[in-house]
């Protein structure tokens, strides 16, 4: 099937079994957070191993996004999603069963790589199937989805831990994917339809060990720096990333002149639309992770609340998100690009709103869940409308590349985010032994200095988007709601 908008109800269909793999793969992003300490006691584990458990993930499939989508145009993206999601069951048994940390840290690396291959497929397949207003609810779908399983990971996690079914404790959080990934690709393969991009079908090998290359020196030091004390190949590792991407760009500058398929065609950064969105995307998303890991801290460590109540303390924010990402194409209809530019506004409105709660009284949770709600409200409105727009700036033939690129600017501003403010955030905590009130408002300090950077991350990232969508209004390239086609 060509890169050409689906029609009629069947879509629908598809997009609900696409979006089990976004589920999964955000479920298993955060799942883990709230079970370290039982991984560390049951495994006998060290601090840096159960670290790991959480890196070795993000790093696949950071490091493996650009060629999962690349995978996807060449040799279909229902074929790569079936194969993505059957790895990724197999890989959450691994986990489940894992005797030692070794080979929990090696499962999930095969999980993250298992979600490289899913997540492009999403992005990319919305991108061909829908257009004008459909599209827009359909990504407004998607940013929904990954609201719910964002919050439900935090509240199942303490949920199964606590309870220890059969006595399986942490190993429930990976046993859990097994049903749900076998009905995802009973999902797939009776909803999704095929569709690839108009390539030659051989993958650029070279091309795709020199972005992975690059790509791990660049994020994995940054990763494991802090817990290592920043040793020096925290540093040279990001330093010896340069020559290797750098290279990588010249191999597929000259690939592609020579008439072969790059991993990535580089006429693609030649677009100034697509190139204002991904650095949007970058500095918004690198502010989201990084800000929940200061109020994680505060919660858990600084007002010694359980891994449940300190999940269920984020409950109103997905509410907020699930109800902005659905009502956030509705939105756009009536606001037209300032329905995107207010979310950037709501979000960072609701940080601000928590550092000045955790100066005044870092114990009022009330004032930390009204912070939250505004946090989550805005992601509800940002995330779909962003990736609607950006993947909208590129041609349906691009859109597997454009979705991995996309997806890769996430991923990295997320790992360079939560690095940045993680430095900041453990020298404000520095080594404290208060008692609880005082204690309390020492972290919510130290979360105040670390909102420093979200706010510029966030300031930054809206001048970006109000440069893409304004280029987006000028061009009409991309239809806004009201210009949809009959039938959307």
């Known amino acids: 099937m060509t890169d050409t908008p689906s029609a009629g109800s069947g879509r629908w269909f598809a997009l609900a079994a696409l979006l089990s793999a976004n589920f999964l793969i955000i479920l298993d992003l955060f799942i883990v957070n709230v079970a370290l300490p039982s ?117 199942a996690g303490g949920y199964l831990i606590e309870q220890d079914y059969a006595g399986l404790g942490w190993r429930a959080i990976f046993l859990i994917n097994l049903p749900l990934g076998l009905a995802a690709m009973l999902a797939a393969w009776l909803c999704i339809r095929e569709t690839r991009a108009s390539v030659a079908s051989r993958l650029d090998i070279v091309g795709a060990v020199l972005a992975a290359l690059g790509l791990f020196l660049l994020l994995v030091p940054i990763m494991l720096g802090h817990d290592h004390g920043w040793p020096w190949w925290s540093y040279s590792g990001p330093v010896a990333a340069v020559p290797v991407l750098a290279a990588f760009v010249r191999y597929e500058r000259g690939l592609s002149r020579r008439g072969g398929v790059p991993l990535i065609e580089m006429a693609l950064f030649a677009n100034r639309r697509f190139v204002t969105g991904i650095g949007a995307v970058f500095l918004f998303f690198s502010a989201i992770s990084s800000f929940f890991l200061s109020l994680t801290m505060l919660l858990q460590f600084g007002l010694e609340l359980s891994p449940f109540a300190a999940g269920a303390v984020f409950t109103p924010s997905a509410v907020a998100f699930f109800a902005a990402s659905v009502s956030g194409p509705r939105l756009a209809e009536k606001l037209g690009r300032r329905a995107l530019l207010l979310g950037v506004l709501v979000f960072g409105a609701g940080i601000a709103l928590s550092a000045a709660g955790a100066i005044l009284d870092a114990a009022n949770l009330p004032l930390i869940v009204a912070a939250l709600v505004l946090n989550g409200a805005g992601q509800g409105m940002v995330i779909p409308l962003a990736f609607n727009a950006v993947l909208g700036s590129v041609r349906a033939e691009d859109a597997g590349m454009g979705s991995g690129i996309s997806s890769t600017m996430q991923l990295t501003g997320t790992t360079v985010g939560v690095a940045v403010v993680g430095v900041v955030l453990f020298s404000a905590i520095g080594s404290p032994d208060l008692p609880g009130v005082a204690q309390a408002q020492h972290y919510g300090h130290a979360l105040a200095w670390a909102t420093l950077y979200n706010l510029a991350a966030v300031a930054a990232s809206f001048l970006l988007f109000a440069r893409l969508t304004a280029k987006t209004a000028e061009s009409g390239a991309v239809p806004t709601a009201r210009a949809a086609p009959a039938g959307d």
């Open 39 to 155: 991984l560390q006691t049951g495994l006998d584990a060290s601090f840096s191993q159960v670290h790991l458990v959480i890196v070795a993930y993000n790093a696949a499939l950071a490091v493996l996004l650009i060629t999962g989508a690349r995978l996807g145009d060449l040799f279909g993206r229902r074929r790569i999603f079936l194969w993505g999601m059957g790895l990724f069951t197999a890989s959450s048994l691994i986990c489940g069963l894992a005797p030692g940390p070794g080979i929990l840290i090696g499962g999930r690396v095969i999980q993250g790589a298992a979600a490289a291959m899913l997540m492009p497929q999403v992005l990319a397949s919305i991108r061909v199937m829908f257009a004008g207003a459909s599209r827009a609810r359909a990504f407004g779908a998607m940013g929904a989805v990954q609201g719910v399983a964002a919050t439900i990971s935090q509240l």
